[in-house]
């Protein structure tokens, strides 16, 4: 499975100890000395049908996506556990083409289902995972891996990505816009603007809107790092509410179909009634 996305980057299955040992150390350089899949967990993984996948430029890893074999106790599934590009390497497609190619190494295994985390604060990670892939969110798990370092929550987004249906093979052909106008849904946060910037949240008694409308705007921080350092109380009060209001929609019989940005500093995701 080697194709090249332009002449410098080789997409290949990575199964040695010696270039697992570079995965491991690429995932130090972009996450630090803790959360890590080691060379060890990594050979035994892919000895049980997980597969990691390294994006090379040069013979040297640039990139990589790790993946497992899951089962939720009726079918089997790959659970995608960590994706890393080079910090030198970002924006050149790297991320999208990783993922197609464990799309592909699925198929080729039988395997119809890829399911994966996310910080939904993450809004570039969101736009990938739901726009450019087609995946869809209708869970959220709280505090995932316990607290981070500076006692935030670590809230996921579990996105599906159901790799043969018509949804996907529109959004990686790009043959179909899943971030189209929905300007018409009722927004679940409303903000208080002061010179521009977000300085508040509104309650908007948000939570008698869901159950009554076909569709939703949820909105999340544009830049949720910078936010949590400079408005920290107003970060917490954000992702406060949007679980809440996540939680609340998903059991309704929402889920997430798009995102985009309305307005500056904020990208919406837009939750639709599961038909």
Not at 171 to 188: E, M
Not at 207 to 214: D, W
């Amino acid at each position: 499975m080697t194709h090249a996305h332009d002449d410098s980057v080789q997409y290949r299955i990575v199964t040695e100890v010696r270039e697992l040992g570079e995965v491991v150390e690429l995932q130090k350089m972009v996450w630090g000395p803790d959360p890590v899949s080691s060379m060890q967990h990594m050979r035994a993984a892919i000895l049980h049908g997980g597969a990691v996948i390294g994006a090379f430029c040069k013979e040297a890893l640039v990139g990589f996506c790790y993946g497992f074999i899951g089962y939720d106790g009726k079918n089997p599934y790959v659970g995608s556990h960590m994706m890393a590009i080079h910090p030198a390497y970002r924006d050149r497609g790297i991320g999208m083409r990783l993922k197609l190619e464990q799309r592909l190494w699925a198929m080729h295994a039988g395997l119809s289902k890829i399911v994966w985390t996310f910080d939904p604060f993450e809004s570039r990670n969101a736009y990938l995972n739901i726009c450019k892939l087609g995946g869809t969110v209708s869970t959220y798990i709280p505090d995932f891996y316990g607290s981070d370092p500076a006692g935030y929550p670590t809230d996921r987004f579990l996105v599906e990505w159901m790799l043969s249906s018509d949804r996907v093979v529109r959004a990686i052909n790009r043959q179909h816009q899943l971030n189209g106008d929905s300007t018409d849904y009722p927004q679940l946060l409303e903000f208080e603007y002061t010179d521009g910037k977000v300085t508040g949240l509104v309650d908007m008694a948000a939570k008698s809107k869901i159950g009554n409308s076909h569709g939703l705007r949820l909105p999340v921080p544009q830049a949720a790092s910078k936010l949590r350092q400079t408005q920290p109380d107003l970060y917490k009060v954000w992702q406060r509410q949007f679980r809440e209001l996540s939680t609340s929609a998903f059991a309704h019989g929402y889920q997430v179909v798009s995102c985009h940005q309305s307005k500056p500093e904020v990208q919406d995701y837009v939750l639709e009634m599961k038909v």
